[in-house]
């Protein structure tokens, strides 16, 4: 344990934790004051002992593959039917806080009551009532079910017409012949 060199036959064998060491008489006498039986100090050779089965093994599908010297060739598992992935954008409404809030006080409930239906702190309900804190899409559909109230519209959005390319800029060609315009009429 403390790196001297132990001499022959001077070594003392203690048990730590499950392990048997030989260490210095100092490291012994400071680690275990119990001395191990004639009987532990012959350490016997590692060996692991697993619980057979009472059927005898036979080689599964793989491994007798590559006894035979075979290469594994895998079959591809048949799968369900494939589901479209349909990702729907949904925008939450302008008046939010004002529908939450009537229908929770239809219901008759309190902000706690609706917290505790929605497993959400009463502190989030209040700032989502109040509309400073607008409601994930998961939490608004909560609300939706619970209250039976509708929140998220699907997002439309405007598709503005270009003349064959996307603009990203405007040209200063394009600033003239826009003023031109302005003040031909």
């Avoid at 509708?150 to 439309?156: G, W």
């Amino acid at each position: 344990m403390c790196g001297e060199p132990i001499e022959l036959g001077k070594g003392r064998r203690i048990r730590i934790d499950s392990a048997e060491l030989t260490v210095c008489a100092a490291c012994a006498s400071r680690f275990s004051p119990r001395n191990l039986s004639q009987k532990s100090q012959q350490l016997q050779p590692y060996s692991r002992s697993l619980p057979q089965s009472t059927r005898p093994r036979s080689p599964t599908a793989t491994s007798a593959k590559y006894l035979e010297g075979g290469k594994k060739t895998s079959t591809p598992k048949p799968r369900g039917p494939s589901r479209a992935v349909v990702s729907e954008k949904l925008e939450l409404v302008e008046d939010f806080a004002e529908r939450i809030r009537r229908a929770r006080e239809a219901f008759g409930w309190d902000q706690k009551a609706l917290a505790l239906k929605l497993k959400v702190s009463e502190n989030i309900i209040k700032r989502i009532e109040s509309g400073r804190l607008r409601p994930p899409n998961d939490l608004a559909k909560k609300l939706e079910e619970v209250l039976n109230i509708k929140l998220l519209v699907p997002a439309i959005e405007d598709m503005i017409e270009s003349k064959g390319k996307a603009d990203k800029y405007v040209t200063l060609g394009e600033i003239v012949s826009i003023r031109g315009v302005e003040e031909d009429k």
